[in-house]
């Protein structure tokens, strides 16, 4: 498989009228600001959206964009799969935002949701905490400790996080159906 390509957060910027701007991040990290226009579809409803988005890219380019451009481009790699040219902003929100690129906040407000980097951080931080404290009662407790480090290892070298993942599926990261069923109408329609 090839790499996506990629439009620095310029290059997008000068496109952005022309380009069908998909957001693979939770609903909560997109309220808190995206890209003018960017549709939502978390990555892991990404599989539901094919058709939707197969039919949407007949009708002009589509970038992917994420926080960061890890999750953009393993979805870039999804799509290219399945017969969908994409690109992924190199840098994702972070890199538009620090272009000096204004972010769209839903109805001005600037909702405080945590990004996934943040969730994964506090979370792998508690476990390995509990697993050493714990292990002063039990040394087993200190598995989980290594069970995260593993996990963080295997997520830089196959650039992929499990973590994010299951934290992903939590409710406060799942989309309202409402508003999924919204953004798979207007990939119909364009």
């Known amino acids: 498989m090839s790499t996506p390509r990629t439009l620095d957060a310029d290059q997008a910027s000068s496109r952005l009228h022309e380009l069908i701007v998909l957001d693979v991040r939770t609903p909560g990290e997109y309220a808190a600001g ?38 953009s481009e393993n979805a870039c790699h999804t799509l290219a799969a399945q017969g969908i040219t994409t690109a992924t902003l190199t840098g994702g929100t972070g890199a538009w935002a620090a272009a000096g690129h204004a972010l769209h906040h839903p109805d001005g407000a600037r909702r405080t949701a945590w990004s996934m980097e943040r969730q994964v951080r506090l979370t792998a931080g508690a476990v390995v905490l509990a697993g050493l404290t714990l292990g002063q009662l039990h040394p087993a407790f200190r598995l989980a400790s290594a069970g995260i480090a593993g996990g963080l290892v295997l997520s830089a070298a196959t650039n992929t996080c ?29």
Do not use: F
């Open 34 to 71: 995206h890209l003018p226009g960017a549709l939502n579809i978390p990555l892991d409803h990404l599989d539901r959206a094919l058709p939707d988005i197969r039919h949407a890219s007949q009708h002009g380019d589509i970038l992917v964009v994420c926080a960061s451009g890890s999750r």
């Open 162 to 190: 499990g973590m994010a993942a299951l934290l992903a599926k939590l409710p406060h990261n799942r989309p309202h159906q409402g508003d999924l069923e919204a953004t798979l109408a207007a990939l119909r329609n364009h």
